[in-house]
């Protein structure tokens, strides 16, 4: 069995699965480079979540830095709008989550981890390419190993790559990867005085914009407020990060209204590459956790869930494996998390291409205008407490909810306009490229005013 593991990165995924290794008295070292951004993506979790939270012992800490979250929506300027609310499923899965400040959150699993004996290097960890040995590609370099205090001729019985969107293995091994078929950047920061539009405690809020889409995540005292957009549109924006938020924010009524008076209180930032999962996720000696394996567009909040994830796979399908058996339980390993990227995905696809805020619209028909005899009255609260699983990540692989979703999609939206009205466009109009252009022209002489009175 394995004795020794060393991870590389100290995020959630490298910390979650530490913290497990310790649980069957496994030696770990976690080498983190202790550069933490004030800002990261992945504020907000899915019920799915708080299994992992609870099997580490950290549910209750993570809730007092946090605030409850009951469900998710989805709304679109021309007035449509799905809310969604969580529903317990079992006993193992509440009609809750929480939104996240992701420092207190990476700090808390971190101490976890740190309380079962998980051994942190502060050291910027580092792989060398192995020419000589059939049994590993990958090895610590002497500097790394000599911050861990190990022995320059020996190397742990296997390596993990926690680094999360840094990729250090797959740069070093040249490994490929497979790239979503959208090119957004994000960018985002935290404001006071911004509403957060729920209508449930915690409620995030995606709004379709003019152009991408936007999010609200309500966090104790702040609202973190991020825009996504096609790289290209972005440029359109204005010069940086800074004054492509501020103008996406006042060229879009739904997020205009919603922040006058906003102050905002962070650096603005930014976050490209929303869709990738590498082709090979293991190798002799080596692992990828994570991000570092791959990631998904962040809209339905999966992000940290998927970091969890994966730890608690790697450890139950390979770690309490003896090494002999690694190949074999690797590969397992890997088609578990290739299942829930392409599912993530495929649900997705409904709030991109406009179907979901369609079913929405025929949602509010059938509770209020149906009649009683009719046998959607009976479909729609299934079908709702369907999309609540998939949303949730607690139901999100299940081959029967994608089926029934897509046709429910199939038969309920009839008027395929109405689809393409309530879709996520990736670029402006004609009108809309023009009103922003005088938009950002009025910004601009307004400025300019400003700096000849001062």
Known sequence: ???????????????????????RDIDCLVFDSDKTPELMVGESLVPAAIPVLRRLGIEQQVAAVSRVKRGAALRHGNGNRVDFEFKAYGSDYPDYSYNIPRPQFDRIIRQ???????????????????????????RLSNDSLLAAGLNLSTQPDILIDATGRSRLFSRRLNLSANRGPRTDIAHFAHFKNF???AHLDGQVVLSALACGWSWQIPLHGVTSVGVVMNADSAKLYGRNAAERLENAISHNPLLAE???????????????NY?????QAHGKGWILLGDALGFVDPMLSPGVFMALESAELLDRLVLSKPQSEVERHSADYFSQMQHWHDAWTRLIQYFYDGRILSMGEMRDYIRH???????????????????????????????????????????LIRDKSQMENNRIRSTLTATQLSQLQTMLKQAEVSIGKCTAAA
């Open 1 to 23: 069995m394995y004795k020794q593991v060393a991870i590389i990165g100290a995020g959630p995924a490298g910390c979650a699965l530490a913290c497990f290794l310790r649980e």
């Open 112 to 138: 976890r981890a740190e309380q079962l004996g998980v051994r942190f290097i502060t050291h910027r960890a580092n792989v060398e390419l192995v020419d000589d040995d059939p049994q590993r590609e990958l």
């Open 195 to 197: 509403s957060d539009d």
């Open 258 to 272: 919603a922040g006058l008076g906003r102050q905002r209180v962070s650096e603005v930032m930014t976050y490209s």
């Open 275 to 279: 869709q990738l999962i590498t082709e």
């Open 369 to 411: 205008e149906a009649s009683v005899f009719s046998i959607s009255r009976y479909v729609e609260p299934i079908v709702s407490r369907m999309l609540s699983q998939l949303v949730s990540g607690v139901k999100t692989r299940s081959e029967l909810n994608h089926t029934v979703l897509h046709h429910t999609c199939q038969h």
